[in-house]
């Protein structure tokens, strides 16, 4: 049996090492090269799926400035991804691709396989997986911010109330408010972005204490009385203690 000597096994050594670690960068590139691909061949189909009555949901000026000094204070600058104060791991964009990409309608044939996998990585790893960051790059490149907006409204999820799930910001506006979105005001309209965060946690039926504490945070920041501490800061605890 010949023997190999120590120079040709550690350079078959680092050869190995070498495409291992390739192999380690090259993956997750694939799978994002193929999840915006993916995303791009889908939103066509996915929003003509999609039932829209945007007449419910359109937001004034205000409104819509309370929404995002909360939720997204960079939706107007950013390109579907942000690292703004306040902001968090998710914006407007990044929100509205996981409910219409992989929470929205069913896709048949190789789209729908793919959308099956990358709900499934989604559910299993979504504080790692940024697939769904791609799809937001994507969807921002298509879709107006304006159109965005409406359809977040249209869409997010409110909490439940009496067993049911409230979706859209005129749903939850009649539910919890008595009132359509349209005659909504600024204090309403702060009462809404406030439960947007952790609908359930935040439900003002429900958890009237969690509420109330998280209202009065988000008016300290809508007013100027406080700033998040930082991009991860979406909490405000600084803001105003608990008593």
């Known amino acids: 049996m010949k023997r190999i000597s120590r120079p040709t096994r550690m350079r078959r050594i680092r050869q190995g090492l070498g495409k291992a670690v390739l192999a380690l960068v090259l993956t997750p590139v694939l799978y994002l090269a193929i999840a915006a691909g993916w995303a791009s061949a889908s939103i066509d189909d996915l929003l003509a799926r999609w039932p829209q009555d945007d007449r419910q949901a359109t937001l004034t000026l205000s409104q819509a400035g309370i929404l995002l000094r909360i939720e997204d204070p960079s939706f107007y600058s950013h390109h579907g991804l942000s690292l703004a104060d306040g902001q968090g791991v998710a914006t407007i964009s990044s929100a509205l691709a996981r409910e219409l990409f992989l929470e929205g309608p069913r896709l048949d ?135």
């Open 109 to 243: 044939g190789a789209k729908g396989m793919l959308q099956a996998f990358y709900r499934r990585v989604f559910d299993c790893c979504k504080r790692v997986d940024v697939g769904r960051d791609v799809m937001a790059l994507v969807l921002d490149a298509r879709l107006s911010k304006q159109r965005q907006l409406t359809l977040y409204a249209q869409s997010v999820y409110m909490g439940r109330q009496d067993g049911r799930q409230v979706r859209g910001l005129d749903q939850a506006a009649r539910v919890y408010l008595g009132k359509p979105l349209a005659k909504v005001d600024d204090a309403g309209m702060a009462r809404l972005v406030a439960m947007i965060k952790a609908p359930n946690a935040y439900h003002p039926v429900r958890e009237p204490a969690a509420f109330a504490l998280r209202l009065a945070r988000v008016r300290a920041v809508l007013d100027g009385r406080c700033r998040p501490a930082g991009w991860f800061d979406t909490e405000y605890a600084h803001c105003v203690a608990p008593k």
